[in-house]
Nanobody
């Protein structure tokens, strides 16, 4: 049984910051890569950032490089997304996901809304 719960979304002005959290209820959290995705209205879901099991390796989509930071605390079964210098185009529902199946992200949270006003 895997459950993911995101929090930390909200409304922020352009240039502001938010920190998203994703709390995982699952066994062996530290064994699995995690990711953040987002989906804006009328657009396909987009991979934003990934982090490996230990937190030592990360990936970011070009549009957020230098502004977003993904991290994890394996002792707390939690993954974070620190978002700085937010832009209106960052507005989306943000989802965390875990890759238990080696070939895909197969468990997802319910999402948290991030709205950036200009």
């Amino acid at each position: 049984q895997v459950q993911l719960e995101e929090s930390g979304g909200g409304l922020v002005q352009a240039g502001g910051s938010l920190r998203l959290s994703c709390a995982a209820s699952m066994r062996a959290f530290s064994m699995y890569p995690m990711a953040w995705f987002r989906q804006a209205p009328g657009k396909e879901r987009e991979l934003v950032a990934t982090i490996d099991r230990s937190g030592g390796s990360t990936y970011y989509v070009d549009s957020v490089k230098g502004r977003f930071t993904i991290s994890r605390d394996n002792a707390k079964n939690t993954v974070y997304l620190q978002m700085n210098s937010l832009k209106p185009e960052d507005t989306a529902v943000y989802y965390c996901a875990v890759r238990v199946n080696p070939s895909k992200y197969d468990y997802w949270g319910q999402g948290t809304q991030v709205t950036v006003s200009s």
